[in-house]
């Protein structure tokens, strides 16, 4: 790894990219033929709608029996209908569950649930301009329960919603349904002897709000090289739950990040155009023009004891990069917008990419790739963060990582003295309520510390 490979020549054979293979969607088509035949029935004319609905019932009845749809099940707790609801499918022995399998359609999961053609056309129908029945999702559930003379649908289109269609004599009627969405306020805070997400974990925090803390502060801390036993973070972030009292996804509110003894701050703040941003404790964007570090600390990376066997390279100038040890396969992120100016083969970086920044003085290259990002190559926009290729050994490379350098102006800088340029502060006229509501979140983690160390 240690190899100054940047004036090799020789190059090996050129890189076979991975093609990617489209699957196709034979029960989408089924289904739009359906919808497209029954547009021009009506078109036609209506006294042979029923023979010729009947027709389509049957070639419909013999797909379904084709497809592997999950046997309806006599429901005797549904997560996520109101309590309400819950009440009225005591009484109503009728309810009745379909999930969508993969490849399934509405049509399909409707017709178990004991819906004809002609009914499930008159669902789609109804709603059509709510949620269309074709956006209808794998691992998704219908519920049907009749009360009375009236059938209900229901759909969980997801956490948060749901498509509620009722019958009421021969017409169907589509609703979207908010699920009521609770808050809590939850305070974290950790010391890292182990690993971040192992110690996170071990403080109860979970995968996805550890992932949410290592993104806001990207631009920072490179959490691949940088991070020492003995750092540590505190959090407070917001849990929202759905009516059955399920995680339905958590936001970072204020959370401190102390790495080598020096600590970060991130205020979460919306300004008044409604955007939404992460600042310093005096107002500054966390974001900036560049990324810390193209790969991204992950739940896979390696304990910083196992750093010694698989030493991790800094600038030198003869090296002219800086090599980031990760498995074969960990996605590769761009530095920051710019344009693919190089991806392919190039001597001993082997499968490289060269990308020419906002800032056309500075590129960034990327080298020993595993494969390249899906629509990766010359010519193409990239974005901050975007996969443009995952980690390899290709080219001269002793061991999987990543070889990346910062150039200015042609020549290879050390990536870690890069000046970063931050993304425009909190404006002046809005400083003195954001400092407001930095200050209340700051009182808010401070009092959750005081009250978690005393247990
Ligand atoms: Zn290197």
Redesign the pocket.
Known sequence: ?AQDFANQTHSPAMPSQTRRKHRPSSLKCAWHTVQQSLGKLFAIKAVYIPILAGILLLLAITTVSSLSVDASVQLTHEEWLQPEENNLLKHANSAQKVIVKAGDSAISSLNTLGFNFSEIMAMQAASKKIHPLSHVQAGHAFIRHDIDAVSHVYYDIDAGQKLHLSRTEATWHAALEKMPVTHRQVYVQATISDSLFVDAAKAGLDDRTTMNLVDVFAWDIDFARDLRKGDSFQILYEEQYNDAGKIIGTTILNAVFTNQGRSYHAIRYQLKNGKEGYYSLDGKSLRKAYLKAPVKYSRISSRFRSARKHPV?GYTRA?K?V?YAARTGTPIHALGDGRIVFAGWKGGYGRLVEIRHTNRNHHTRYGHMSKFGRGIHKGVRVKQGQIIGYVGMSGLATGPHL?FEFRVRGRAMNPLRVKHTPAKPVPKAEIASFKQHADSLQNSLKLAARQSEWG
């Open positions: 790894m390279l090296h990069g090599d070889h």
